[in-house]
């Protein structure tokens, strides 16, 4: 077992109320908190199963209510003075987490199984979690706390997790106190007595540092070359420990580093299979949690003597997160290390590699650290899982648009059968792919076909749901073009429809559309794309850019003005319009994103917007643009988007499916996400969303909380209009906006 003693991402006060405990249980990625009173006795504890179950049984939940009201009072704890193997009986299926107390039930330490996650900080680390990058400072601080500060905000800004330094107490440390001077030393360790006693940081300045690195919001992480050193560790409060290579075999220092309850990352450098299975079995006994990182300990490491596989044995021995402290040249080994699955990497850090000292010439200096950190990230992104091959959501749009279907080339009535010759393979790839051609003969067609008719799921048996009226507590439309206005609108009760614009349909004679005015209202999307390849943005810094898309987005307000002739419901059409924003390379900064707003808003005042509403849409952080990504910068942060909301008195088009990728994305709460912008909500795209760019999926095929962002709308947001924006939706008469709208009547 592993016994936890940083206790603050577990704990919650009976008196905080639900809302507050259930952003903990998402945060600390176990699902339940620990509950104490306010002198820190235990109480009970808190699953998110138990606030779902609350919830059920409650007609109108209270989030707001203390949780002392709900918890779980029957629960399984143990004494800190018990033997582990009578702690880790108490292990089971629905058990995975003991609190431990003193003998007065105070809650001192958490006990976990061996398998459960690594966390240095409230940081988990481990397969599936984010690389741990290490910027190993040392002492190439040279004993300046300015340039310590220096180095803390350079790794900061180089994107380092961690800032990692050493402290020695040199009087205890060594057999001849610490005496530089001596002369009976060998040459390496005079060399090395001679920098730690010239570039030390004292205890102060130390602690200053560490300060430094959590004010900059990076993990501060400390190795302990003694005991003395340790102790003043402790009393500053550090909350997990790096231990040297030269230390691996010190099993006195160990017992002690293990005996604080605190996590411990261990170099593994200069010991053999035999040293490393003892003492990975020392802090076993210990319940320590510990992760090992493989490693060489010569400066520079050549490179015939990294031996990067050993990871995998050093996993099988520890059983455990596993990593990789680099002393070699350059950056490609450590990302090479993040390929074969390193969830530590540590990296010698310097502004300057001509310093006095030998780790500054190992060292990576802050442009070469985060070319480093970029490889990294772009690596572990890339690894995925073993598991199943998926066509992701890029490619499912690549093979809607260059794949093939299998078309009808002929006139047939239902019933008849169809023929092979009475099928063709054409572009695109919207209908039945072509390798279900074989299913397709002989079977009798399900409905009248036409010559160019797409063949569908649906002409094989698959059930289709079809259109009604509906019931809904807000008004309800649905996506529409031209081509298909006059097929789809008379087939249900809708309030109005909304046109999703290609920038051809701009040029179309909409009058030829329409027999009649419509008792409807009307929303316009804005098409994102114009001729010429030309993306909207209204936020470009190129003049001419920007110009242009004033100018394409003017056209767009023109057509809202013509096409509200054909609906008697359109006092002020509603236009939605993604305002750009977006960069090729990388996100872009705080500052940038500020000015990117004002632009937009200038783009804006430029347009006759007397008579419509522009409603700009919540934006994913990887839109898909035609099969390809960019970074998006602008309506993507709820505090952005309500901020420019308040202060110029705009509305947005609230698109789930965009903003939950964007709060995956960042590990925001949607709810709170919800809640933020709720009020500025004049419309909505509803569709679900998977990961980090799965959108527009079919209700309930991702990972939205469908009661809670009904319940949030509803409390923020009652009388928005909305319309389930299914990718392909349109497909074979609407049948994805019918599901969507069959699922969607249960919340709304």
Request: glycine share 8%; aromatic share 8%.
């Amino acid at each position: 077992m592993n016994v936890d003693r940083e206790m603050s991402r577990y704990l919650a006060l009976d008196e905080e109320s639900v809302r507050d405990v259930l952003q903990r249980i998402d945060d600390n990625d176990e699902g339940i908190v620990v509950c104490v009173d306010t002198t820190g006795v235990l109480q009970g504890i808190l699953t998110d199963g138990d606030i779902r179950r609350w919830m059920l049984c409650e007609t109108q939940p209270d989030l707001d209510q203390p949780i002392g009201l709900i918890i779980n009072r029957d629960f399984t704890s143990a004494r800190i003075t018990d033997d582990a193997t009578r702690i880790e009986a108490k292990f089971n299926e629905s058990v995975h987490i003991v609190p431990l107390t003193d003998p007065d039930g105070r809650c001192v330490a958490i006990a976990r199984p061996r398998n459960a996650p690594f966390a240095l900080a409230g940081r988990n680390i481990g397969p599936g979690k984010p690389c741990l990058l290490i910027a190993e400072i040392g002492n190439n601080h040279n004993g300046s706390l300015d340039l310590a500060f220096e180095l803390i905000d350079a790794a900061v800004e180089s994107g380092a997790d961690c800032v990692k330094f050493q402290m020695r107490d040199l009087s205890s440390l060594y057999a001849n106190a610490g005496d530089a001077g001596d002369h009976r030393e060998d040459l390496g360790s005079q060399y090395t007595l001679d920098l730690l006693t010239r570039f030390q940081l004292s205890d102060k300045e130390m602690f200053r540092a560490l300060d430094h690195c959590q004010d900059s919001g990076v993990i501060p992480l400390v190795t302990p070359w003694d005991l003395v050193s340790m102790s003043k560790l402790e009393d500053y409060g550090i909350e997990g420990y790096k231990t040297a290579s030269a230390d691996f075999t010190n099993h006195p220092l160990l017992l002690s580093l293990a005996d604080t309850g605190k996590p411990l990352v261990c170099s593994t450098g200069m010991t053999t299979d035999a040293e490393i299975r003892d003492t990975v079995n020392l802090l076993i006994s210990k319940g320590c949690q510990f992760a090992l990182l493989h490693c060489n300990s010569t400066y520079p490491t050549p490179f015939k003597d990294v031996n990067l596989q050993y990871m995998e044995t050093l996993r099988e021995i520890g059983g455990c997160p596993t990593g990789y402290s680099s002393h070699d040249r350059g950056i490609y080994v450590s990302i090479a290390a993040a390929a074969l699955g390193a969830n530590i990497v540590e990296k010698h850090f310097t502004l300057d590699k001509t310093m006095e000292g030998n780790d500054h010439r190992v060292s990576l200096l802050p442009v070469e650290f985060a070319t480093m950190v970029s490889g990294v990230r772009e690596v572990e992104s890339s690894l995925g899982f073993p598991k199943a091959r998926e066509v992701t959501q890029g490619e499912m749009m690549n093979r809607e648009t260059l794949g093939k279907s299998l078309v009808i080339n002929t006139e047939l009535a239902a019933g008849e059968l169809i023929a092979r010759q009475m099928v063709d393979v054409r572009s695109p790839g919207r209908g039945l792919q072509p390798n279900r051609l074989t299913e397709l003969i002989g079977q009798p067609a399900r409905r009248p076909l036409q010559p160019g008719d797409m063949l569908f799921p649906s002409d094989l048996g698959a059930t289709i749901t079809r259109p009604r009226n509906y019931s809904f507590n807000r008004p309800v439309g649905i996506p529409v073009r031209y081509h298909d206005l006059n097929s789809l609108w008379p087939l249900s009760n809708l309030d109005f429809l909304e046109f999703h614009l290609s920038y051809k349909d701009i040029d179309e004679d909409e009058s030829e559309f329409f027999a009649e005015t419509l008792d409807l209202d009307l929303v316009v999307h804005s098409p994102d794309l114009f001729e010429n390849d030309h993306l909207l943005d209204l936020s470009a810094p190129d003049d001419t850019y920007r110009k242009r898309s004033i100018d394409h987005l003017s056209r767009v307000v023109d057509l809202t003005h013509r096409l509200a002739d054909w609906f008697d419901q359109a006092d002020r059409p509603k236009i939605v319009v993604s305002v750009g924003g977006f960069s090729h390379d990388a996100p872009l900064d705080q500052q940038e994103r500020h000015a990117r707003y004002e632009t937009v808003l200038d783009s804006l005042s430029r347009l006759d917007l007397s008579n419509v509403e522009i409603l700009p849409q919540t934006m994913p952080p990887f839109p898909w643009y035609f099969g390809g990504q960019r970074f998006m910068n602008l309506f993507v942060d709820p505090t952005e988007i309500a901020a420019f909301c308040d202060q110029h008195d705009f509305r947005i088009c609230f698109d789930t499916s965009h903003s939950k990728l964007a709060s995956t994305h960042h590990h925001w709460s949607f709810s709170e996400f919800v809640a933020t912008v709720g009020p500025h909500v004049g419309h909505l795209h509803l569709g679900d969303a998977s990961g980090v760019d799965g959108e527009g999926l079919q209700i309930l095929d991702g990972d939205i909380d469908w009661p809670m962002l009904s319940r949030e709308l509803q409390s923020s947001a009652p009388d928005a209009s909305f319309i389930p924006e299914i990718w392909q939706g349109h497909k074979n008469g609407g049948e994805g906006f019918w599901r969507a709208l069959e699922l969607l009547e249960v919340y709304f």
